[in-house]
């Protein structure tokens, strides 16, 4: 009769603990729903401020994961969107090399600072320009960003539970910025078979991911077009694993990124002394340009 007894209080014990987890994980689920809701917008304000940027200059720290070593490159950049220029003067590891792009021109000006002492016109989509690079330079900005966390957001509808996370108020560069982690728990490796007339520039494009990411998956795969209609290719289901994003409060960019995927970290790029829309000189994207050494 005691053992029976004790049998019965245990049960209507455990009854009553399964109970009350379900209800604190329902509060903890509803608790959060206004959070995420709330992130959801963050990221939504964010995306349209990265579409209405005119332009900046900063001090641009990447790193990015080559052949499994992380490596860093710092530089000073200045991007006019409409129509799209770039100058960029490398700080590290390459000081003094200098890179002028416009949109339109199938040539990048490039400044070495060391042998040959010319400049060089080289193809921004080449062989030399992509070199140890996850992006091409046209790549520069939040626009590509913005693309994919849109892409993304829309692909996720209102399903944010356990993918987007607000962890509040963070200091970048010594000014206040909301913190978003966003996840991706079913990213996985996944078989592609190669369209007509794709290369890993648009499969990339097509399916929100790395078209780095998708090279260095392929061993047969050497460049970016050496790819052809109906051979199958291992390509990730999303850009990202999880992301880390700081968006700063008063700009609303995302000017610091973590990109991470099965390996770890991926790539992340920092931006610091950031002036927002600056005024540019006519021909401050020009290699005549006094500041400049072409």
Sequence with gaps: MLFYLFGKAAFFLFYQMRQKTFILLLFIYFANSPVRAQSREIMIDMINHCNSLQGYKARVEKIERIKGELIKQVSDVKLARHPLRIYIHQLYPKKGVEILCKAGSDKAIVNMNSFPWINLHLDPYGTLMRRNQHHVIYDSGFDLLAS?????????????????????????????????????????????????????????????????????????????????????????????????????????????????????????YGYTNFILNPPFAADEFSEDFEEYNF
Excluded: C, W
């Design 148 to 268: 994919i966390l849109r892409k993304e957001l829309a692909r996720i509808g209102n399903d944010t539970l356990g993918r987007i996370f607000y962890h509040g108020i963070v200091r970048y560069d010594g000014r206040p910025s909301y913190h978003i982690e966003m996840r991706t728990p079913d990213y996985r490796l996944v078989a592609y078979t190669v369209q007509e007339n794709e290369d890993l520039t648009t499969i990339a494009r097509k399916l929100n991911i790395s078209e780095y990411k998708i090279l260095e998956l392929n061993d047969d795969v050497d460049f970016y077009d050496d790819v052809k209609s109906g051979q199958v290719i291992t390509v990730t289901s999303d850009y990202a694993l999880k992301m880390n994003i700081y968006i700063d409060q008063e700009y609303m960019l995302p000017l610091y990124v973590e990109v991470f995927d099965e390996e770890g970290l991926y790539e992340s």
